[in-house]
């Protein structure tokens, strides 16, 4: 298959977004959790959840930085390979950027730095609530993302300029309130906590059983891995308790702005009245015409779709084809059927895995037990890419099942219900791409590649070099040895608690194999016993 300037682009974006997507999720899940965790060590004074917050705040400071790194190249692609994108919305597009660059970002940074610097520095309190306020701001700085997003998936608050041939903002409001937004963004938060969740419960699981089968000397496997564990499956559950009801409060919003998304999604050629939904179909090449149902369940896509079991009739690929070719003229108004149809059941899929993980957990570790089985804490590890893939699919979905539209029109135009020219407020990928050589954007293309694909072993390599260190403590300096408990910190108080950092963990920490056990934080009075 030959590859043309826009196709190359295209690769270009998805390719860079998908690895950037490895960190965002993480990032808006794991920050309130690492903020849960150190508010329990500040109401318990138990040192056992302050190594847990400096455990995972490790682990989260690593997702953070490479998020960082990542995620500065999205932006500069909009001007690099979309410039006829970026001059037809960028009067709109622009703004929720900049709330995201010069307000959210701007809070994470700041009170990440007092987390990171201030153990010793700041007031107990305070430093408690940088946390809390970082866990908050990288949440707000998904939601104007997602905003961005969301006028690409539903243009509203602008109008169409005929004079300058682009969309100019005429109602902030509703931009930042758009509806697609309010319902993807708690989608997308929900997938966070399943990621986090999975990755907790998953390592934690994992020390649980490593730590108990080696004889678990210092209490670790009964104690802290086993809350751990708990702490993780809960937060899984729960997370996909929110991204069912979320997910289907999106998905009829789906039916309603982007109906030809929704009948790609179950190969659904022709309109018809309660159809099946589709478990398993197959079709040659992208050719809806050939697409053969293999397993359907009655009822689901109609309740899906409408909320009703009966009397639902959805448009199929077909008619939607005709019907946007009599609104917009000749084309290929379909997206790839083959990626729209697997990217949503994979979506859906692969949610099992983390799920199975949570009540396995829950189950083994119920009246105070902890399991031994090793294959339990290969399992657990083995269930940690699940949710990533099925955010992968889930973004995949939500952008491939929108083509050929990198602005879709917004139906209610269709209607006329807006004065004015706003239902011109809608560009064809084609058109929006920019005019280089495909020498020029092969050889970015080919750059990003290696250089994020070196850039996810520098993060894999950190990532289980942290987790594999258990619950040493590389933030303290090398002899400090104080009773942690009594660390209820504030400026003034002999605590000296260095930094979290990025430097390599020293080894015979506790926790850890090489751990001999005379470490004064492992000890308790008995009174506290």
Not at 84 to 98: I, Q, T
Not at 143 to 158: K, L, W
Request: with cysteine; hydrophobic share 50%; proline share 5%.
């Amino acid at each position: 298959m030959e590859l043309d300037l826009v196709d190359i682009s295209r690769w270009q974006f998805g390719i860079t977004t998908v690895y950037h997507y490895i960190f965002v999720p993480l990032t808006m899940g794991l920050a309130p959790m690492v903020a849960i965790m150190q508010t329990i060590w500040h109401r318990t004074g138990n040192p056992e959840w302050f190594r847990a917050t400096k455990f995972f705040g490790n682990l989260f400071l690593v997702n953070f930085a490479m998020g960082v790194v990542t995620g500065i190249v999205q932006e500069f692609q909009f001007g690099m390979n979309w410039s006829e994108y970026s001059r037809f919305v960028g009067d709109v597009f622009g703004a929720p950027l900049a709330f995201e660059g010069l307000a959210a970002f701007f809070f994470e940074s700041i009170f990440l730095g007092v987390w990171i610097f201030g153990w010793d520095r700041v007031p107990a309190w305070a430093h408690l609530a940088s946390i809390w306020t970082v866990a908050v701001a990288v949440n707000v700085s998904a939601y104007f993302i997602i905003v961005a997003n969301s006028f690409m998936q539903h243009p509203v608050g602008a109008e169409f300029d005929a004079e300058r041939g682009r969309a100019t903002l005429v109602d902030l409001w509703a931009l930042l309130s758009n509806p697609t937004a309010l319902q993807a963004f708690p989608h997308a938060m929900a997938g966070g906590w399943i990621l986090a969740g999975t990755l907790v419960a998953g390592v934690s699981g994992w020390w649980m059983i490593r730590t108990a089968r080696a004889g678990d000397e210092h209490g670790h496997a009964a104690g802290i891995w086993r809350s751990l564990t708990r702490f993780g499956s809960w937060i899984i559950l729960l997370g996909t308790a929110a991204v069912a009801i979320t997910g289907d409060a999106l998905g009829k919003l789906m039916f309603i702005q982007q109906p030809m998304k929704m009948a790609s999604a179950e190969a659904l050629c022709h309109t018809e009245t309660d159809p099946n939904f589709s478990i398993l179909a197959f079709s040659r090449l992208n050719n809806c015409e050939t697409a053969q149902h293999l397993i359907d369940v009655p009822y689901v896509l109609s309740f899906l779709a409408e909320g009703k079991f009966s009397g639902v009739e959805l448009r199929g690929v077909t008619e939607l084809q005709q019907y946007y070719e009599v609104l917009y003229g000749p084309g290929n108004y379909m997206p790839n059927l083959f990626v729209t149809y697997w990217s949503f059941r994979l979506m859906i899929g692969f949610l099992a895995v983390p799920c199975i993980l949570a009540i396995v957990a829950l189950w083994t570790t119920r009246k105070e037990r902890v399991p031994t089985a090793r294959w339990m804490g290969i399992g657990a590890l083995l269930a940690l890419p699940a949710p990533w893939l099925s955010n992968f699919a889930g973004w995949i979905f939500t952008e491939m099942g929108r083509q050929p539209w990198i602005v879709a029109p917004n139906p209610a135009f269709q209607e006329g219900e807006f004065p004015g020219g706003e239902e011109q407020i809608h560009l064809i990928v084609d058109f929006g791409v920019s005019d280089h050589a495909e020498w020029v954007v092969w050889t970015s293309l080919l750059a990003f590649t290696a250089l994020y694909g070196a850039l996810a072993v520098v993060w894999f390599w950190l990532m289980q070099k942290y987790a594999r260190m258990g619950l040493n403590q590389p933030g303290l300096r090398e002899g400090e040895e104080k009773d942690i408990a009594a660390a209820l910190y504030g400026p003034g108080e002999d605590t000296e608690l260095a930094p979290l950092s990025f430097s390599p963990p020293q080894e015979g920490g506790p926790g850890t194999e090489t751990d001999t056990g005379t470490d004064s934080h492992n000890k308790q009075n008995p009174e506290e016993k």
